[in-house]
């Protein structure tokens, strides 16, 4: 849910997906409010996209989607998001030359809202989502948004450092999505959306939304649109933004802090028994 002034941060840039997708975002809404000008459209570029990666082939992958897309470079940085590096070097009014470095330049710019599609690997991504938090808890106060995907289970793995995250942000949402969705890409990983509000504590229940069945078919060639993609998301994110608890589709539940098993949406059936097995089971007790 993108604003006007949404400043969004991704620390595991990889393509350039995200970043380009919001830039286009922002714009839009500023062209549909009637506030689009040329020099807001270059505070989007200079205040309100920042994105790190460190792969070499990746980054300049990431830098010509960027331009393609028309927002230029933005805060696009080549380096360790998990570290803070320098993103940059100024000259102060003495003449002095000052290094930039990366935590200064989210704290100037407080970015409010984050997407992030970090490595698939179970043990690192517990440590990108909390250096997230961090970084967006480290831009200023008020509650900012992070949504991640990431492999299903990768919160039960580190158990130590997803405490770390709820110390500093409530695990709002889980969707969890279709086995087959990065096939294609020679990925098979299970993965779900997590949505956490950073800001505060974890407390109360987590809302968990079956989205499996997404209108698409995957295989190791392609994706195939069957044609529903629309009214399915549609519907999904009406679903999503009320936390519209459907039978057999999504459901609110507690997490267990201890062990954190119960971050994987799981489906819930209603028990029902039938009397004739309850007389059965009454006969043969007896």
Wanted: charged share 30%.
């Amino acid at each position: 849910d993108l604003q006007e002034d949404s400043v969004v941060l991704d620390i595991c840039v990889g393509s350039g997906g995200f970043s380009a997708v919001s830039y286009g975002i922002i714009e839009r809404k500023l062209r549909e409010s009637g506030n689009w000008d040329y020099n807001k459209a270059e505070h989007i570029k200079e205040k309100q996209i920042i994105g790190v990666e460190i792969d070499e082939d990746m980054y300049s992958l990431a830098f010509s989607n960027m331009i393609l897309h028309g927002d230029g470079k933005s805060n696009l940085y080549k380096g360790n998001s998990l570290t803070n590096f320098e993103v940059e070097q100024k000259e102060d009014e003495n003449g002095n030359i000052k290094s930039i470095k990366f935590e200064d330049k989210v704290k100037e710019l407080n970015p409010n809202v984050s997407l992030m599609n970090p490595p698939y690997n179970d043990d690192a991504s517990p440590d990108f989502i909390l250096r997230l938090c961090k970084l967006l808890k480290m831009g200023g106060n008020g509650i900012k948004i992070a949504c991640i995907i990431a492999p299903s289970s990768c919160l039960r793995k580190k158990i130590e450092t997803t405490k770390e995250i709820f110390k500093i942000a409530k695990l709002k949402t889980v969707i969890d999505m279709n086995g087959g969705l990065f096939t294609s890409q020679n990925i098979n990983v299970k993965t779900s959306i997590f949505v956490f509000e950073v800001g505060k504590e974890h407390k109360g229940k987590t809302y968990f939304y079956d989205f499996k069945d997404d209108g698409f078919k995957y295989s190791k060639r392609k994706m195939e649109d069957l044609g529903e993609w629309n009214d399915i998301s549609k519907k999904a994110l009406e679903d999503i933004e009320s936390q519209n608890v459907i039978e057999n589709k999504s459901y609110q539940e507690e997490v267990d802090t201890n062990t954190f098993e119960n971050t994987l949406y799981t489906p819930k059936k209603e028990f029902k028994i039938s009397n004739i097995d309850f007389i059965k089971t009454l006969v043969n007790y007896s």
